[in-house]
């Protein structure tokens, strides 16, 4: 016989914070919700109160001095998840101002245990428990008091067996609360202001029994209430089982002569890097990756960060998104957390069973990823190609590079160490005329071609020409002509040099 | 306020409530006696929601509100109990003439109805409202 109790775990009802808490809310569990105004304190609470609760498990929410309650009843209607007509049936509201106002905890505790007595609830919420609470540096002898208030609330609570959540101001960075030993969950909200952008983050600082995600999450605050985006470990957000590519497959690229360039086609699960310099056709190469893709049956997201994609995509994108055979992420916002696009990525991904992905470009990805996050920026990115490469996807990065003769790199992200394959894109000038190269910088554990290829942009998209041995210096922009060899240029396959 | 169907609204339910009982001729005291019994209920009803001070403050400002029609609604008498506002605006119903009484009355609940339902909402305010109403009606 198994005498082990098995605690159950409520789902909350908020997307995100199951995987983050270890697969749900234990039940019967006395948590707080902590952190400063504004962070989404109350919104978060109601958002659980109204997935949780229901006929078989009543809600009590009890205000004090915190908001005013008429307040949180016209504010929190704004959300989706709010349904006053369940309000008085399943749900209550009690108000324990008056109690509060006294300052004596016994007559607060009194008033919500008279209240539980009465309704038998299985959830409860206090907003907000610290208005009437002491300061860490208050007298001791009153700190002491309010610390029995709260293990007093908590035993009468559990023993009752309700789950509870006790709301309140207080930042995990100030000196420990005493309550904090007594909680079994610890949810800390907090919101970071940097340049123009808003950041909120919440972490699971405590959750007795069971194996929370650590770290700082980040979150947004929609009409549908709380959404949170888990932070990518380098293993694959949690849950997502890894479709791994069979071993060996190659993925055509949708370019005469470029397959044949990567050794055969770019392998199946590896990360490539186009970089090039303004104008050199990274979109356009990434563009015919994901429509020979479709053409192929293997599903395709674009990830792009163009603030007026009617002006910039291909036509090709377009009628790809339009019949739903390519899949996009296009964000206009300013204030992204990679782990944001990260979610948004998988989801798609496990919905259209997507086996490309273009993120056009990494230099868009920057300025969309909130100030505070760009310094971390390499690190996310390699974060986010990580999870990526877990969950069996090829993929495909555009990256701006500055045209410079005098060095050769392929990004101003650092981010060629992180990626399996590159393909380099450069300008050079031959005879008067502005003429552009590709080479393929590395396959990794694979075979690959070497040598630098012309290339032109035609209706029918990127038209890749033999390579140019009679050429050297190319990468220094001004290349010269080797005569002893045969001096024509790499014919097109248009004909054209 | 709209009408759920098969139920009355909570106004029409308190406008209901005060036209049965008050007498025909209204009589002034049953007004301000009918009024505070209802008051009471609704005031029983909203402060476990709203606080007492909640209830106080709404009650007080829609004292105010219909105050601009019925002047003398904010006119304190000389003996009113200053501490308890619904039984000092009872007060002085009680005093007027027993249709402008009753017409005060009326008016007061349905700022106090419409105010609320401004702030929360028409679904919320009837279903906060809905217990008081619902007795109101089978009484």
């Known amino acids: 016989m198994n005498d082990k109790v098995l605690i159950h775990r409520l789902a909350t009802g908020v997307p995100g914070l199951d995987s983050i808490l270890g697969g749900g809310l234990p039940e019967f569990s006395f948590n707080l919700i902590t952190g400063p105004p504004g962070s989404g304190k109350t919104t978060l609470a109601h958002q659980l109160m109204f997935a949780l609760a229901g006929p078989d498990r009543p809600a009590l929410f009890f205000t004090m001095l915190g908001e005013p309650p008429l307040k949180v009843l016209r504010y929190q209607q704004q959300f989706a998840f709010y349904d006053p007509d369940r309000i008085n049936a399943g749900i209550r509201y009690v108000n324990l101002g008056e109690e509060a106002a006294t300052g004596r905890f016994d007559q607060v505790l009194a008033g919500i245990m008279q209240a539980v007595e009465a309704s038998s609830p299985a959830l409860v919420f206090v907003d907000s428990f610290l208005s009437i609470m002491p300061g860490p540096g208050a007298p001791s002898a009153q700190a002491l008091d309010a610390h029995q208030f709260i293990q007093q609330l908590g035993v009468l609570l559990s023993s009752w067996r309700i789950t509870s959540f006790l709301i309140g101001e207080w930042s995990s960075e100030r000196e420990p609360h005493p309550i904090a030993s007594i909680a079994d969950g610890l949810l800390n909200l907090s919101q970071s202001v940097y340049r123009n952008a808003m950041v909120r983050k919440l972490q699971v600082l405590k959750l007795r029994g069971q194996a929370s995600s650590p770290g700082i999450h980040t979150f947004r605050i929609t009409g549908e209430g709380l959404q949170v985006f888990p932070a990518?470990?380098?293993?694959?957000?949690?849950?997502?089982?890894?479709?791994?590519?069979?071993?060996?497959?190659?993925?055509?690229?949708?370019?005469?002569?470029?397959?044949?360039?990567?050794?055969?086609?770019?392998?199946?699960?590896?990360?490539?890097?186009?970089?090039?310099?303004?104008?050199?056709?990274?979109?356009?190469?990434?563009?015919?990756?994901?429509?020979?893709?479709?053409?192929?049956?293997?599903?395709?997201?674009?990830?792009?960060?163009?603030?007026?994609?009617?002006?910039?995509w291909d036509p090709t994108i377009h009628r790809l998104v339009e019949s739903g055979q390519l899949g996009l992420i296009n964000t206009r916002l300013l204030d992204l957390s990679i782990d944001e696009i990260v979610q948004q990525l998988t989801d798609l991904i496990r919905r259209m069973r997507a086996t490309r992905v273009v993120i056009d470009s990494l230099s868009g990805f920057e300025l969309a990823v909130a100030p505070t996050f760009r310094e971390d920026f390499r690190e996310q990115?390699?974060?986010?190609?990580?999870?990526?490469?877990?969950?069996?996807?090829?993929?495909?990065?555009?990256?701006?590079?500055?045209?410079?003769?005098?060095?050769?790199?392929?990004s101003s992200y650092g981010s060629a160490f992180l990626t399996d394959a590159i393909i380099v894109q450069r300008y050079i000038e031959v005879g008067s005329c502005l003429k552009r190269v590709l080479a393929v910088v590395k396959v990794r554990a694979s075979a690959h071609s070497d040598e630098l290829h012309q290339y032109a942009i035609s209706d029918l998209g990127i038209l890749i020409g033999g390579p140019m041995p009679d050429y050297e210096g190319l990468l220094g922009g001004h290349p010269t002509h080797k005569p002893e060899i045969d001096d024509r240029m790499a014919e097109l396959p248009d004909g054209r040099r | 306020m709209p009408t759920n169907a098969g139920s009355p609204s909570p106004q029409e339910a308190f406008r209901s409530t005060l036209a049965r009982r008050v007498g025909q001729p209204p009589d002034a005291w049953a007004v301000a006696e009918v009024s505070l019994v209802l008051w009471r209920?609704?005031?029983a009803q909203l402060a476990p929601v709203i606080g007492v001070r909640g209830v106080d403050a709404l009650f007080g400002r829609a004292l105010h509100l219909a105050s601009r029609e019925y002047p003398w609604l904010a006119q304190p008498l000389a003996d009113e109990p200053r501490a308890d506002p619904m039984a000092s605006g009872c007060g002085r119903l009680q005093v007027r003439d027993g249709t402008a009484a009753l017409e005060a009355a009326m008016a007061l609940l349905g700022t106090f109805t419409d105010l609320l339902a401004t702030l929360i909402g028409t679904t919320l305010c009837e279903r906060l409202l809905a217990p008081v109403a619902e007795a109101e009606h089978a009484s």
Not at chain 1, 396 to 401: D, G, I, K, P, V
């Open chain 1, 381 to 410: 990115l390699f974060r986010m190609v990580s999870v990526l490469a877990g969950l069996g996807v090829t993929v495909l990065m555009t990256s701006e590079l500055e045209d410079r003769y005098t060095d050769l790199r392929f």
């Open chain 1, 232 to 312: 990518t470990a380098p293993s694959g957000p949690a849950g997502v089982a890894a479709a791994l590519p069979e071993l060996g497959q190659r993925l055509a690229m949708g370019i005469p002569g470029l397959d044949a360039m990567l050794g055969g086609g770019l392998p199946a699960g590896y990360s490539l890097l186009v970089a090039g310099p303004s104008g050199s056709g990274k979109t356009l190469l990434a563009t015919a990756f994901l429509a020979e893709g479709v053409r192929r049956g293997e599903p395709g997201i674009l990830v792009a960060f163009e603030q007026t994609p009617s002006q910039s």
């Open chain 2, 41 to 43: 209920r609704i005031a």
